[in-house]
């Protein structure tokens, strides 16, 4: 999933509040808008009551950026204040149309002196019934070892080291993700079922957070609620964090030339961290839970 950065386009994320197309306004009938919308810049978490939305969004690690919301009839009117952004982005306004029963937005957003510099578009992460762009990839081969390290885990409780976690266990799954990546989010339900099907007979799953917020993190644990260990890498969403992380240097090793490179999914045969198989994107189902059953065969 590509993250474009949070940038004015957070507005537009919030803008994805738009007004549900059959939402009937004189009836007091609204959308479920509340939650995190992934946004062609960025994500934005909104808070919905009636007709009214209100979100906060990170720039640059500072959450004092607002936006409020009205809906009418099917557009969605958003003003916004931004002091993290340099101006004339400080204060703007956006107009939204709702789609896909709710599940996306799009539409224009103005600058303070009422200049359009764009078009906002967005999906709500875990929208259904539509799950366009998704990023399955087959399981491949690693040319390179995948490199070991220390990360704390989102609870704050232990650390866990790679290379001691996955000793003894016939296979492992490292999966790292983006709370704010669509993708993971989908991802997310996947791992959680191969887990709870073939755990028993000794697979094991690791979810790493990179490029993510420690908070956020938290918010994706409340939404998903793994039942594996989730341990925290990057924090940031800048391009120098990106490309300082081991993520993402292994990554290009195997041929991954995503931007941000989530979800994307390591297995480790019996502790061999030399000889990987990887997945540069959202697992196949259908094809990696015999791959599993096959590895744990006789278990």
């Not at 669509?182 to 790493?208: I, M, T």
């Not at 940031?236 to 994307?264: L, N, Q």
């Amino acid at each position: 999933m590509t993250f474009k950065g949070l940038s004015l386009g957070l507005l537009g994320n919030l803008v994805g509040l738009l007004a549900f197309p059959g939402a009937a306004r004189n009836q007091g009938v609204f959308p479920d808008l509340t939650g995190d919308w992934d946004t062609n810049h960025g994500v934005v978490f909104l808070d919905q009551k009636g007709e009214r939305v209100t979100a906060e969004f990170d720039f640059q690690g500072k959450r004092d950026n607002r936006l409020e919301g009205v809906l009418r009839g099917t557009v969605l009117e958003v003003t916004f204040t931004q002091p993290s952004f340099p101006p004339p982005f400080r204060r703007g306004r956006a107009t939204l149309s709702l789609l896909a029963h709710g599940t996306r937005w799009e539409g224009p957003w103005f600058d303070a002196e009422g200049v359009q510099r764009g078009i906002w578009s967005g999906i709500k992460i875990g929208a259904r019934p539509e799950q366009p762009d998704r990023e399955f990839a087959p399981l491949l081969a690693s040319p390179v070892a995948y490199p070991d390290f220390i990360l704390r885990t989102a609870d704050g409780s232990t650390e866990i080291r790679l290379s001691d976690w996955i000793r003894g266990k016939p296979l492992v799954l490292v999966s790292t993700f983006a709370g704010w990546c669509k993708n993971c989010n989908w991802e997310a339900p996947v791992l959680a079922r191969l887990y709870a099907k073939y755990h028993s007979r000794g697979f094991d799953v690791l979810q790493v957070s990179e490029y993510t917020h420690p908070s956020d993190v938290e918010r994706f644990i409340q939404r998903h609620h793994p039942p594996f260990p989730v341990v925290i890498g990057s924090v940031s969403t800048d391009d120098a964090t990106r490309e300082g992380t081991t993520h993402y240097r292994f990554r290009k090793h195997v041929g991954d030339k995503r931007k941000w490179g989530t979800p994307f999914n390591v297995f480790i045969v019996k502790g061999d961290q030399a000889h990987p198989l990887v997945v540069a994107g959202e697992l196949i189902e259908e094809e990696i839970g015999p791959f599993i059953a096959r590895k744990l065969a006789g278990r």
